[in-house]
Every structure is written in C-alpha cells, then in structure tokens.
C-alpha cells in the first residue's frame, strides 16, 4: 500500500493446501527490487516490489519449518531463521541456497548483521554468533531462558532479551555478558539502542529506558498491558503500542507521555516508521497511519474480509 | 472477576504450572512430563474414582430387578417409586451416588486438558497467551516453550505413524468393555454395542487431528482407568468378550438366568446393606458374580454396557477432557 494514503497496490496471498490460509508472521522486509517474507508453512517468498508477483521461492518444493521470524537483507544476502532450527542465508536475487546453519532450537526472531557477524537468537535460550560469508559458528551465548526478542545492536554490543525476564548485554567479540537488567516479565520486543541508551519494551506493560555502558535504569514507563509489539524511535519520541491496542509516544530522554491513541483492536506487530508516519498493524488487520509529532491519524487500511 | 478468570485462578493456572514444574524435573521431556502428571492426578482422584466406579457397578448389577420392578408396576406410579426406592436401599446405593465423585473429577480433567494443550505452545499468539498464566517462578519461566519431541512424536503436531490413534481408540474400547455388564433390553444393548464401537472411533479420528501431546494424555489416562478399573470390577465384559461362545453354556445359562429374573434379589446384592465398604466390594468380586455376568451375556447374546452413564461418565470424561 502506499505509504502517503494507504491506497492498496497489490496483495499476496501465499498458496497454501487447498483453501487453507498460511499465516504471515514476519514482517516483510523490502530491497530494491523485491519483498520478502516467509510463511508459516515453511516456504520463503520473493515478490515483485511492483506487482507483488512471486520471483522466486525457497525452497522450489517442499517447505522448511514454519517460519515466524522476519527475514533479513545484508549485503545481497537474504537471512531466514525457520522453527526447524535452522538458519538460511539465501541470494536475494536468485533465491539459491549459500549456506545454512545449524543451532539448537527453534529460531522465531529475526536475525541481527553486523560487521560480518549474524546474531541469532533461538528459543533454546543460546544466541548464536555466526560468520556471515559461511555461516560457522564463532561463539554462542546462553540466557537464562528462550530467546524471542530480535537482538539489538550498538557500540560493541548485542543487546537482546529473554524469558527470564532479563534483557542481556554481551560483548559482539567475545560473547561475553557485559551486565544484564530484569524487567518485571519476558522480553518479547526488540530494543531499541540509540545514542548510549537502551529502550527496552516488556511485557509487564512498561518500558524501560537502560544506559547501554552500565544497564543501569534512567527511566521507565508504564503502559495500560502488557507489550509485545517492538518500539521504534523517530524525531526524539519513543512510540510503543501495547496488547490492548493503546499507542503511547513518550519523550525518548525523560519518558513523559506526549501522545496517546487508542487503536481499534490489540498491537502485537512491530511498529514501523517512514515517511513522518508511525504505521501501526493491529490483530484485527487494519493499517493504522499516525503522524509521528501529534499522533494524528494520516489515514487507516481496513482489508476486506 | 468473571468466572474464566476464576477457574483460570483456582483450576487452570495451578494445573499448568505444575505441569511445567514437574517437566523441570523429568529430563525436560514433555512427552514423560504428560504420562507422569496424568498419573498423578489420577492417582489423587483415586479414592473418588472407586466410589463412583463401585456405585455405578452396583447400579449397573440391580438393573434387571430394577427393569422387573418397572415392568411390574408400570400402571401404578406410587408403587414403582417406593419399590424403586426399597431396591436402591436394599443395594446400598444412592441413584445419585456417582455423579458426585463424578462432577468433582469433571472440571480436573478439564483443566488437565487445558494445561496440556496451552504448554503445547506453537504459535507465538499461544505463546504469548500462556505466558499470562506463568506463576513468577523462575522455574517455569527457565523452560518455556516445551520441547515438543517424544519418541517418534512431535507432541505439537498429529502422530502420523497413526500409532496413537491406534492406542487411543484401542485402550479406550478395552476400559469400556471392561464396564460392560450383561442384561438390559435388547433396545439398550443395541445402543451400547454402538457406543461401544463409535466411542473409541471417535476418539481415534480426533487423534489423527489433534496435536499427539494430547493423545498422550488420553492414552495415559485410559491405561490409569483400565488399572483402575481391574482393581474394582476385575476384567468384566472384556472377559466375556474373549471368551469362546459355545452353544451348550449358553442353554445352560439362559436356564441358570431364569432365577435372575425373579422377584427375589439375586445373591450377590443380598449383603450391602446400605453401605460401600469392604463387604461390597467383597460381594462384588465374588466369583457368583462372574457365573451371573456369563450367564446374564448367553442369555442375552450380547452384553450391554449396564454401568453406561454414570460408570462410564467419569472416565470417559476424563478422555474427552
């Protein structure tokens, strides 16, 4: 849809067996050219950015484990963790198979790049560190609990949170923990690391401010439910949506509320920001588009059923 | 507070994070994890379970009297009620007796069946949902999500050697059967025998679509009540059912079953008086009462599941969850 009125350009329908629909948990990740998303039965699809038409497809038959982690692009390379506990790093041109990796359980958050390195947290409580032209491992870190939060990645260090309620902060090099901070619940989200702070979002229903040298807490937020939904940071505002579907702005250095909306239904989806809009997928399938200073909404996308 | 959250408070929740408790401690197997736990429950619930299994028995073993005392006094309603009602006393037997253990045990296997599935967690919209029913134990969150393999299993996904199937509907037929006492009019017979087949058919359909965690504990919880079962009633209909027909006994039986249907009391209920203890049970496993239950199926042909409802209610219950 476009971004500027929400006007629908195309839609894909992933084919599954026979009438049956295959949930999208991933969000789609665009390049230049294509889209790409998995499914939850196990399939990996290229579409065309214009038409949504599927490029390519991995694999050509069959299909992997289901897939609920988000892919991701880097340096021509396209990331896939998949709940048969592997990871596949694809051509995004082509589609082909480079190398995929083995870890030890079910990999339903998105990876993290950095300098060559893959983050991958597995629901077996370990974050792996691979090297990204060959997919070896380099080291491995293990949580007190399983890993469902996409990692986070600033100044040397990969912050990533866990189901023992303790969002972690390791050392990329060494995978060494450097401190680690205990929130009230798990840590489903993916933080936020910007300019030495860490935003990290829980589902106790608040949101933690952390300095990112010590995990020490600035600050933190309560929201009406539990949160889920990961939070993003655009023009000094903090924005977070909880389960009941109440988006909250917060002032990114002091944690006060500038603006509050409610949606038409729970957020469990990651927020996205482009364009001065805050866009916003709830449960029930509408697009919300808010302005991003006053949360005013741009304008809403409600699929026909 | 509505009365989900209630029963989430006082049934499910406890129920759930025992569970995930006790697959700390079984080698992280979740697939144990559902055997033992379901024996467990089981096993607290025993007490209860053998009241209701006994009642039911002896209410299944004064149905021909009760038929005869029906058939006899169908125009005069006075007496049939206080005839009725001078058998139930004379078997020691409350009519209502086994729903009581039976309605206690109802919302546990329920909450069983709840906990079990929800720890299935496969989709990260039910992994969200269970997470709001986690005790702040830092046990049970260390080991969330489950791990879903079990043998040949996945426990999230259908068995697709269809083994469980098999079992499900296997062990199940045999604990009906073990239930099934002869007499009953040849209306009723028929419907058992339905019952009988479908039940277990029924549920071994269910098993090819449901998740094999589940049918784990349907397995389990059935092989529980066979046990159960044998210690109270014996092998019942299942022995009968295995037994070779032969002609000659049957004429003798259909001889032997003419007193049954005779006002008189047939020996084996002459003494419960009013009581469920020892001597019942006694009564109940005498071997008069094998001779009477062969005796009852040549006469009839067939066996009829005489216990139906109310034996069956509770453990049967327990399979459908």
């Not at chain 1, 195309?10 to 230049?32: D, N």
């Not at chain 1, 484990?65 to 694809?90: F, K, Q, R, T």
């Not at chain 1, 990692?151 to 995978?175: C, H, M, R, W």
Request: overall charge positive; some cysteine; aromatic content about 10%.
């Amino acid at each position: 849809m476009r971004t500027s009125d929400g006007n629908k350009q195309w839609e894909f329908i992933p084919p599954g067996k026979g009438q049956s629909l295959v949930a999208l948990y991933g969000t789609p990740v665009a390049g230049p050219e294509s889209v790409y998303i998995g499914g939850y039965s196990g399939v990996i699809y290229a579409l065309d950015t214009a038409t949504g038409s599927i490029k390519w497809q991995f694999p050509q038959t069959g299909q992997l484990g289901p897939i609920v982690a988000s892919a991701v692009l880097s340096g021509g390379l396209l990331l896939v963790g998949s709940s048969d506990s592997h990871v596949y790093a694809l051509d995004a041109t082509s589609g082909l198979e480079k190398w995929r990796a083995k870890v030890g359980g079910k990999v339903w958050a998105e990876a993290a790049v950095e300098r060559n390195q893959v983050y991958v947290p597995g629901l077996d409580g370990k974050l792996y560190a691979l090297d990204l032209s060959s997919g070896q491992a380099r080291w491995k870190f293990k949580a007190g609990g399983a890993l469902a939060s996409p990692p986070a990645i600033q100044d040397g260090k990969v912050y990533v949170g866990s189901f023992d309620s303790y969002l972690y902060a390791i050392e990329t090099n060494s995978g060494q923990e450097q401190w680690k901070f205990k929130g009230g619940d798990w840590f489903w989200s993916r933080p936020v690391a910007h300019e030495g702070t860490i935003y990290a979002a829980n589902l106790d229903g608040k949101v933690y401010a952390l300095d990112a040298k010590s995990g020490r807490e600035l600050w933190n937020f309560s929201a009406e439910s539990g949160l889920s939904s990961s939070p993003v940071l655009a023009d000094g505002l903090l924005i977070v949506a909880s389960k009941e579907g109440v988006v909250f702005a917060l002032d990114a250095a002091k944690g006060n509320l500038k603006w509050r909306v409610v949606a038409p239904d729970g957020v469990l989806a990651p927020l996205h920001v482009a364009a001065g809009k805050v866009f916003i997928k709830t449960e029930g399938n509408t697009v919300l588009a808010l302005d991003i200073a006053s949360g005013k909404e741009e304008w809403k996308f409600v699929p026909t059923k | 507070m509505g009365i989900g959250d209630l029963w989430n408070l006082i049934m499910f929740e406890p129920m759930l994070n025992v569970l995930i408790v006790l697959y700390n401690f079984l080698l992280h197997n979740f697939g144990l994890t559902i055997v033992v736990f379901t024996i467990i429950v089981r096993l607290l619930m025993y007490p209860l379970t053998v009241k209701q299994l006994r009642t039911s028995k002896v209410m299944a073993e004064i149905q021909p009297r009760l038929k005869e005392i029906q058939s006899k006094y169908a125009k005069d309603q006075q007496k049939l009620s206080q005839e009725t009602m001078k058998l139930y006393k004379e078997a020691g037997v409350n009519p209502l007796g086994c729903l009581g253990p039976m309605i206690i045990q109802l919302p546990i296997w329920i909450a069983l069946y709840q906990a079990v599935i929800s720890a299935l967690a496969t989709t990260p919209e039910s992994l969200l949902a269970l997470s709001q029913h986690l005790y702040p134990w830092p046990l049970v969150h260390r080991v969330v999500p489950l791990g879903e393999n079990f043998l040949w299993l996945n426990l999230g996904q259908p068995d697709r050697l269809v083994i469980l199937p098999i079992l499900v509907a296997g062990t199940m037929w045999i604990q009906q059967k073990m239930i099934t006492l002869p007499g009953g009019d040849p209306k009723q017979q028929s419907m058992n025998r339905t019952m009988l087949l479908m039940m277990p058919l029924m549920f071994g359909f269910f098993t090819l679509q449901f998740p094999s965690g589940l049918a784990i504990y349907w397995v389990t919880s059935n092989i529980v009540g066979i046990i159960m079962q044998y210690f109270v009633t014996g092998w019942g209909g299942l022995l009968n059912s295995l037994r070779p027909k032969e002609k000659p006994q049957e004429d003798k039986s259909k001889k032997k079953a003419v007193p049954l249907r005779q006002p008189t009391p047939p020996v084996v209920l002459s003494p419960a008086p009013a009581s469920e203890g020892g001597k019942e049970r006694k009564s109940a496993h005498g071997k008069r009462r094998d001779k009477r239950q062969d005796s009852g199926r040549s006469d009839s042909n067939g066996s009829s599941t005489a216990r139906s409802k109310p034996g069956t209610g509770g453990d049967n219950s327990s399979s459908k969850g």
